[in-house]
């Protein structure tokens, strides 16, 4: 298809339920089905969806000029009981702090990843039920540091 880009990564093998996934550039992600040495594969989903988000929401109040200093995001996934063990609830936590942020910003960046931007989310079964609740914080200021 013109206009689709293919995203390439290699897993090797580690023996057990072990894998090392690896980018063409070289970067290795532990990924351990029994969850001893690396992340499991659902639980690199969830870090996947988080972070895509993450990475949306922080770039949308960068360009909208917002003093954003930090970005936390929490995630719970509900897994069915019976195989195929896929998630059927996420919910995301995301805290931002920074001065004088904007709600309405937030939310719409927030927003704007859910509907629009995120790829993960966007490959995920669309029967998941997403919640996300958003709190913004003012940075903790420094001992000595004018307030």
Do not use: H, N
Not at 56 to 61: A, C, E, H, T
Not at 90 to 99: K, N, Q, S, V
Not at 133 to 147: S, V
């Amino acid at each position: 298809m013109s206009g689709d880009s293919t995203e390439k990564v290699e897993l090797v093998w580690r023996g057990d339920e072990r894998f090392d996934a690896v980018t063409p550039s070289g970067m290795q992600v532990a990924i351990d089905g029994t969850r001893e040495t690396g992340t499991s594969p659902i639980q690199a989903l969830a870090v996947a969806l988080a972070s895509c988000m993450g990475t949306d929401v922080v770039d949308i109040l960068k360009k909208g000029r917002e003093d954003l200093t930090g970005c936390r995001i929490r995630v719970e996934g509900d897994r069915r009981e019976t195989p195929p063990r896929r998630y059927t609830a996420i919910r995301l936590w995301i805290e931002l702090t920074g001065w004088s942020l904007s709600r309405a910003k937030a939310e719409r960046a927030v927003q704007l990843s859910r509907d629009t931007y995120c790829s993960v989310w966007r490959s995920m079964a669309q029967d998941i039920d997403l919640s996300i609740q958003l709190e913004l914080r003012e940075p903790l200021l420094a001992e000595g540091e004018p307030g």
